[in-house]
Nanobody, 116 residues
Framework: VQLQASGGGLVQAGGSLRLSCAVSGSIFRFNTMGWYRQAPGKQRELVAHITWSGTTDYADSVKGRFTISRDNTKNTIYLQMNSLKPEDTAVYYC???????????WGQGTQVTVSS
C-alpha cells in the first residue's frame, strides 16, 4: 500500500506550496481521492476531494486558496496551496474519500508549517 505525500515545508504567511501524493493503483483507480490534514491536538480533517473524472470540493476554510488535481496516468494527486495562513499548519495526508477500508493506511504525511 502506497500513500506517499511530499512537498511540504516551511513557508511564510501568504506563500505557496504544492503537495504531491503517489498512490497505489488499488486505492487510486476509479476512486475519489482526498487531501486531509491534522494539526497538533486536533482531529484529522478533510481539506479537499476529487472524483475520478475531476469533480472537486473543498472545505470552507480553504476555498479559493487551495486547488486539488489528479493525474490518472501517474496515480498521483496534487494540492496547490496559495495564500497560506498560520492556521494551515498541519501534517497533510492523502487517502481515498471516504477512507473506508483504507482508514488504517495513512502513510507518514508531509509537514506544512506556515509562519506569521
Amino acid at each position: 500500500v502506497q500513500l506517499q505525500a511530499s512537498g511540504g515545508g516551511l513557508v511564510q504567511a501568504g506563500g505557496s506550496l504544492r503537495l504531491s501524493c503517489a498512490v497505489s493503483g488499488s486505492i487510486f483507480r476509479f476512486n475519489t481521492m482526498g487531501w486531509y490534514r491534522q494539526a497538533p491536538g486536533k482531529q484529522r480533517e478533510l481539506v479537499a476531494h476529487i472524483t475520478w473524472s475531476g469533480t472537486t470540493d473543498y472545505a470552507d476554510s480553504v476555498k479559493g486558496r487551495f486547488t486539488i488535481s489528479r493525474d490518472n496516468t501517474k496515480n498521483t494527486i496534487y494540492l496547490q496551496m496559495n495564500s497560506l495562513k498560520p492556521e494551515d499548519t498541519a501534517v497533510y495526508y492523502c487517502n481515498k474519500f471516504p477512507p473506508g477500508t483504507w482508514s488504517a493506511y495513512w502513510g507518514q504525511g508531509t509537514q506544512v508549517t506556515v509562519s506569521s
